[in-house]
């Protein structure tokens, strides 16, 4: 069998691992004119259009990022989500949504974990899924944090489907929002009549998500409101079907998005342990993902927080209103050619948002914003290094300084990781 491996960054170097076998003959098919750390004497083809020359294949294995409709190709398009449902012989819970994807698998892990089962993190935010398959039991709990790509051509649905917030994202790869929303969908489409869905109780899209595929499958019910007894918070307890669980202030993690996180993972883990006190020591023992509204540390009587994840402004929205406390924002990057309108005249009206400190491509224009929002308090830097300065210089006694920039990172960083772990270093060094 000849099979293509299109795209050849860490999930096409999996995938080229899991099918490198006498069996098959592989090719690898990248558009970049020169790809690092190719195997030796393995078939390429490399360069612009690469992923238009792909007949002859009997598959092709796309990367997660790769738009489907761009391959070409007679033979059959697959990909390394695809294999793994279709050879996991666990039950799977699968994660969606804009934001809180990982938070929130990450919860429900910790929460298994705690009651003893053997559960595979996998996904974006754990190992990848091909790596761990064939250690996985039919006793083993698979969760599966998935994006967009993963779900954009998936033939198979997870047992457990959980549906977060989903907000406009990721529309410089996909074709508009409705393709976004379409690919995010197949999480439920193909559930069977023993399967569950659990979504946001208040996002439409993640409604319409839920609700679309009815047939024989179990209705959909909504999280974090008491009404369809799964998950929810009442006098600062977490409770599930009328029986409370832990104080809220288990979690580790602050902001009223955090404990909607907390809630779709006490959801989704109910079906395997109904153990109160396997759920508090899950959500004790979680710490937090680095670069989601991640600690770092106080210095006189500041907290510093890393969201260098929060590539997106509805996520920076979030962070500034998970606080109580004064905020000083870092915000700014790399330039998408947005509209910031909306946005900032939102963020103008936080009454906590003391001061934002604006950087990269987008600092002049998000600047502007603001000001026409009415909103005054504004420093533009060049370094995330004079960014960081100055919120020590502005900052007071129980003030917060959260970076959590609202764009990608492309302009000064190579990927958001490195921003955040720049933020982290130079906040140590105060």
């Known amino acids: 069998m000849k099979i293509a491996i299109a795209g050849y960054g860490i999930e096409g170097k999996a995938s080229f691992r899991y099918w490198n076998t006498p069996q098959y003959e592989l090719t690898i098919a990248d558009e970049r004119d020169a790809v690092d750390d190719l195997p030796e004497g393995v078939a390429t083809i490399l360069g612009e259009g690469a992923f238009g020359k792909l007949d002859g294949f009997d598959l092709v294995i796309r990367t997660a990022s790769l738009n489907p409709a761009k391959i070409m190709t007679n033979g059959k398009i697959w990909s390394a989500t695809n294999e793994f449902f279709e050879k996991c012989p666990a039950p799977i819970i699968g994660v969606t949504g804009t934001k809180g994807k990982g938070t929130t698998a990450s919860l429900i892990t910790s929460i298994l974990q705690a009651a003893g089962k053997t559960v595979h993190l996998v996904g974006n935010i754990g190992v990848s899924s091909l790596e761990i398959l064939p250690i996985v039991r039919p006793e083993d709990i698979v969760v599966y944090e998935l994006s967009s790509f993963q779900l954009w051509d998936i033939t198979k649905s997870p047992s457990i489907a959980v549906v977060l917030i989903i907000e406009p994202d990721h529309l410089d790869v996909h074709m508009d929002f409705e393709d976004y929303v379409a690919a995010k969908a197949n999480i439920r489409r193909y559930q069977g009549p023993r399967d569950v869905c659990i979504y946001h109780p208040t996002n439409e899209w993640a409604k319409q998500i839920a609700t679309a595929n009815q047939g024989d499958s179990l209705p959909p019910v909504r999280y974090g409101i008491a009404d ?161 300065d100055t919120a020590s210089q502005t900052a007071r006694e129980g003030d917060v300084v959260i970076m959590s920039p609202g764009t990608a990172s492309f302009d000064m960083f190579k990927n958001f990781s490195e921003r955040g772990d720049t933020f982290k270093e130079i906040v140590r060094s105060l």
């Open 228 to 388: 369809d007894e799964q998950a929810y918070v009442k006098e600062n307890t977490f409770f599930i079907q009328s029986t409370p669980i832990c104080s809220v202030e288990t979690l580790q993690l602050p902001g009223v998005h955090n404990q909607e996180n907390a809630c779709a993972a006490i959801s989704a883990a109910y079906h395997f342990t109904t153990d109160a006190a396997h759920i508090e020591k899950g959500l004790a023992n979680f710490k937090g993902l680095p670069h989601r509204l991640e600690y770092v540390t106080s210095v006189n009587g500041v907290k510093y927080y890393d969201d260098s994840f929060s590539s997106a402004t509805p996520a920076t929205k979030v962070a500034v209103d998970s606080f109580s406390e004064p905020v000083i924002l870092i915000a700014g990057g790399y330039d998408r050619g947005l509209d910031y309108t909306e946005f900032t005249s939102e963020l103008a009206k936080r009454p906590n948002l003391k001061h934002v400190i604006l950087l990269g491509q987008t600092a002049s224009t998000l600047a502007a914003r603001l000001r026409e929002s009415g909103y005054h308090s504004v420093s533009e830097v060049d370094s995330l290094s004079e960014a960081v």
